[in-house]
């Protein structure tokens, strides 16, 4: 098998900044094909509901059903999956939700809870925080199955508090996979469904006669799940609309580059459009890197996807210093970003933007993905500048909380009046001084 072809770059050379450019480039351009039926299918299940479910149903999965209470899944069903699978499976998969329920009860207990406080006046100031009623999670199917998606998106939600979990997953000519129904057991799905696409997300967004409407989707899906997901937004709440997968390494060369270039695979072994980089300033570790990945990528069963995405969106970048990598960083804000480093602790501070920091040679991604505890759903395509891992606040809303004494109105009043009439809002004003003391 030829050598990979990965570019490699240096911070050092003069078109340093037009290459890096060229590496990070992604276009998330939508397919108007898609799109356009994409609408099609939104708008048919709102108006048809049910029926409109069940023909996208038999025509893009192959599973006939004559009724909907057909392609629901009972609570017996996933406990019998949990059952079914291996003692060293149901283990793995109890162990990992026992470590993501523990993380998001800390998140809990961190950001979710409501308080007040009493002004000097007597006025109660607070927020109240309240779980959602119902929401909805898309778990991918088909080529691949995820249960380390079905703990990720439900078990903060359990957590939070919310009333119902509504799972749905396309199952392709009704091949059910039984570890993805054994974690919805054990992760407090409440009721699933075997929809999947753009008629799974219309149905949860609208609802129908059996699926019920929710409040928020979360999950991540194909192109049409992530442009079902874009359009039902304003109807429901969403997580986020998630581009392909990264990884970011930041090596000081003490970590074995077998596990680095292993760590650099975890990503590129998504899809072709995955993107996986190292930053380091040591030229020989580069090299031993490279090395690896040539000597290794023939073992790897997904060789070929591994390949097109190292070439096509790969990169081992030599920087001047490890500053200058977390500068780097800073400005590619990755999804996942490991700091392999003798001294993680130092670099750590220098790090503003990133969905998920993994610290020191032993934290490999791939552990964060199914059961360290914190939560795999992570901005991508640089949206860690602003956006956050999935949570406990995501399954959350807050309302604030105001009650003005008899006094705090006294000192409010003028205040809001003053503002009000500046405004041009006689009525704000005049609701505000009918509450002060007659003159």
Not at 267 to 274: K, M, R, S, T
Request: hydrophobic share 45%.
């Amino acid at each position: 098998m030829s050598a990979v072809n990965i570019r490699q770059l240096s911070t050092a050379a003069a078109d340093f900044d037009a290459e890096f450019t060229r590496v990070l480039h992604w276009s998330a351009e939508t397919d108007e094909a898609i799109e356009q039926r994409v609408a099609e299918i939104l708008a048919d299940v709102r108006a048809r509901g049910d029926a409109a479910v069940l023909d996208y149903t038999a025509r893009f999965d192959g599973l006939p059903a004559s009724s909907m209470q057909q392609l629901e899944l009972t609570r017996d069903e996933l406990r019998a999956a949990l059952d079914a699978i291996t003692p060293a499976q149901r283990s793995a998969l109890q162990a990992a939700a026992e470590r993501v329920r523990a993380y998001h009860e800390r998140q809990l207990q961190a950001c979710g809870l409501s308080w007040q406080y009493r002004d000097a006046d007597g006025t109660l100031l607070g927020q109240k925080v309240t779980p959602l009623d119902r929401v909805g999670i898309y778990v991918p199917g088909g080529k691949a199955a995820y249960p380390s998606s079905v703990l990720m998106n439900a078990l903060p939600a359990q957590v939070a508090g919310v009333g119902e979990i509504v799972m749905v997953v396309p199952t392709p000519r009704g091949e059910k996979n039984a570890l993805v129904l054994a974690a919805a057991y054990v992760a407090g799905v409440t009721r699933a469904f075997t929809v999947g696409g753009a008629q799974a997300v219309a149905a949860l967004a609208y609802g129908t006669a059996t699926i019920p409407r929710v409040d928020k989707i979360t999950g991540p899906g194909n192109a049409y799940v992530a442009s079902a997901k874009r359009r039902v937004f304003g109807q429901v709440g969403i997580d986020m609309i998630a581009g392909p997968s990264e990884i970011l390494v930041l090596a000081d060369g003490s970590t074995p580059a077998d596990w680095v270039a292993m760590d650099l695979f975890s990503q590129a072994e998504h899809d072709e459009l995955a993107q996986s980089i190292l930053l380091s300033p040591d030229a020989g570790y580069i090299a031993a890197v490279k090395e690896a990945i040539d000597r290794l990528l023939p073992g790897m069963p997904r060789h070929a996807v591994i390949r097109a995405s190292l070439e096509g969106r790969g990169a081992l970048i030599h920087t001047r210093s490890m500053d200058e990598a977390c500068e780097i960083s800073n400005r590619i804000a990755p999804e996942h970003l490991e700091v392999s480093s003798r001294e993680p602790a130092r670099w750590e501070p220098l790090l503003r933007h990133a969905g998920a920091i993994f610290l020191g040679a032993y934290t490999s991604e791939s552990l964060g993905d199914y059961c360290a505890g914190p939560n795999h759903v992570l901005p991508t395509s640089g949206t860690a500048r602003f956006s956050s891992p999935l949570g406990v606040y995501d399954f959350q809303k807050r309302s604030s909380l105001i009650e003005v004494s008899a006094a705090g109105a006294r000192q409010l009043g003028p205040i809001a009046a003053e503002l009000a009439y500046g405004e041009g809002l006689q009525a704000h004003a005049r609701a505000a001084e009918l509450r002060l003391p007659s003159r």
